[in-house]
Structure formats: C-alpha cells, structure tokens
C-alpha cells in the first residue's frame, strides 16, 4: 500500500470518528445545536470518510498505465490530499459560524478558500485516475510478466 | 478492466467534478450570496454525490475486481453488465430532470424504476462472484 493511500484511508478514519462525535453530541440535549452542525456532519461522512477511502484504494488498486511515471504522479495525489484536506479543516471550522456571524470578512474568505481547495483536490484526483481507466490489453505490459 | 467498468468508473467521476462544482457553489452560497437559484441545485447535489459518484463508482469498480468464473464469460453475460450502465445512467439522468419539474410526476418514479433495475440486475451479475478461489477449488 502506498503511502499516499495510508494518508487518505487514516484521515478518512479520521473524519469519521470526528462524524461520528458529532452526531453523538447532537443527540445530548445539553449539548445539541440543531441544524447548524448538520452540513458539517454529513461532509465529514460522505466527503472526509467514504470519498477518501475510495480515493485512496483507487490509487492504489487502479493499474498505471507506465509506472516509470509513478513519482510524477504521486506529487499530483500528494497536492490532491493537501488541498482536499486543507480545505475540510477550514470548511469544518468556518462553515458553523456562517449564520453566526454571517457577512464577517474572515468566514466569507475562508469559506470561499475552503470551497476552492476541495474542488482543486478533486479535480487533481480525477485528473490522476482517469488515465488509468483503459482496458487490460492496451496497457504497457511489464517485461517478465505475463 | 471491462468496458462497463470503465464507462461506470468515468462517469462517476464526472458526476464526482460536476456534484464538487455545485458543493462549492451552494458552500459559497451561504456565505456570500450568488444567486436566489443556487438553493435549488441542492438535490443535485445530493443525488450526483451519493448515485452519480459513490454508488455508480463501487458498482463499477466490484464488476471489475471480484472474482471472475473459472469457465465461460468471466463476468456473466457482457449484454446484461451492458445494460445495467445504459439503466443506472438513464435512471439518474431522469431523476436529475424530475428535480427541475420537467415533468417530475412521471421522470422520478421512471428514474428510481431504472435505477432499481440497474441496481437488481448488478446483483444478479455480482452474487454468484461473492466467493473465494479457494472454496470454488474445493467445491469443482
């Protein structure tokens, strides 16, 4: 397993755990905060946790099509991961506080920022992996291996 | 990698690039106001993430990796997997329409219908792949 599917599968692990509390949290009426949390919670699942385990097991179980590009390719998965993740750490911490303090200079950028950088990191995930798709006979055969 | 895997995987990463647009979009949205019609695009959203993108991918990507029949086609009948693409993205097509009220009373039970089959003949081309090599030595 690559180090790059590690980081993907234990932050989506991460995520979830992090989904998980929330959704513990928001059940406690002392505690609960109604429907500001609920956009939050669900991206942490779905975008966080089921998107970067299938990110990460497609890195790695997805066939190359010539492997002497793998390092090439690994700076796009490392720059897809940052920003992802980069950009869920600021929606998580910014997107609660939007009715809050709806208008502030700060949450508007950063919300704009964070918007960006998880479109960026997919964007760079799909632009990894669409290569890859191709039928077994067309891809470069390996000397030694049938 | 099958044909059907590859068009199942393919589009499930355009609709992965257009659910992440409009999930930007609608994040956007909130914060600084685009657009009285963005709201609109939220069942989009939803729909895109969880069939367009998570659902339509794992369909396609189990197709191609659990294991193949020792004897015959591999994967079952190729006509069949064929058709379980053509239905799950017609489905989804239709449900998409439906959200915009173009003639959402017959396009929305008409899309999930399809999906329902796409998703039923998916299981019928899948379920007797769910084994190991190893029990399949034993039991031929």
Known sequence: ?146 | MPSQSIWMIRLSLIYLAITIIIGGLLLIHKAVPVHPAVWGLLPVHFELAIWGWIIQFVMGTAYWMFPRFMKGKPRGSTNIATLMVYLFNGGLLLLLLSIFDVYSSILAPAGRGLLLFSVTLFAALIWNRILSYRKRTHDH
Do not use: C
């Open chain 1, 1 to 146: 397993m690559p180090p790059i599917t590690r980081w993907f599968i234990k932050t989506g692990i991460f995520w979830f755990i992090i989904g998980m509390i929330l959704a513990f949290l928001a059940e406690l009426p002392i505690l609960s905060t109604g429907a500001l949390l609920l956009p939050v919670y669900w991206h942490m699942l779905v975008v966080g946790w089921i998107t970067q385990i299938i990110i990460g097991v497609s890195i790695w179980m997805f066939p190359r099509k010539k492997r002497d590009r793998m390092k090439e390719q690994s700076k796009i998965t490392v720059a897809s991961f940052v920003l992802l993740n980069a950009g869920l750490v600021i929606r998580f911490l910014s997107e609660p506080f939007i009715p809050l303090l709806h208008g502030d200079f700060l949450i508007s950028v950063s919300v704009i920022g964070s918007s960006l950088l998880q479109v960026l990191g997919i964007l760079l995930y799909i632009i990894e992996i669409w290569p890859r798709l191709q039928p077994k006979s067309s891809r470069k055969k390996k000397p030694g291996r049938s």
